[in-house]
């Protein structure tokens, strides 16, 4: 198996791992490494954690496409790694972004 496939294949089993853990997660899930989310600042943590694991599912897709494609087409996988990678990581910043807003509580005095 080439070295390519196999680290997409376990780059795909890494986030869709972390797709789970955020699921079965019962304090609030982070996004970015070394910060923690309050979950005072969350209003239904359940919710929250579950729409971060579908986040992640879905852009573990990303990997497990190209693994998929690799042996029809090892360019075509090259190019879904390539942007996937660095185009789809905004995509997946903006959902992370949009999770939060849907999730954090309302500040009463604003509104």
């Known amino acids: 198996m080439p070295i390519f496939i196999q680290t997409n294949l376990f780059v795909a ?3 869709a ?3 789970f853990y955020a699921w079965r997660r019962e304090k609030p899930m982070w ?3 070394g910060t923690t989310v309050d ?3 969350i209003s239904d943590v359940r919710a929250y954690n ?3 694991a579908i986040m992640w599912w879905v852009y573990s897709l990303i990997f497990w496409t190209s693994v ?6 090892p360019f075509l996988s090259e190019l879904i790694i390539t942007f ?3 185009i789809g990581f905004i995509p997946l910043y903006l959902a992370y972004f949009l ?3 849907k999730y954090r509580v309302k500040d009463k005095a604003k509104e």
């Open 13 to 15: 089993i890494l986030i």
């Open 17 to 19: 791992g972390l797709g």
């Open 31 to 33: 996004f970015w490494s």
């Open 39 to 41: 979950p005072k600042t």
């Open 50 to 52: 579950h729409a971060n």
């Open 68 to 73: 998929l494609v690799y042996s029809h087409d």
């Open 84 to 86: 996937g990678v660095t």
């Open 99 to 101: 999770i939060r807003r």
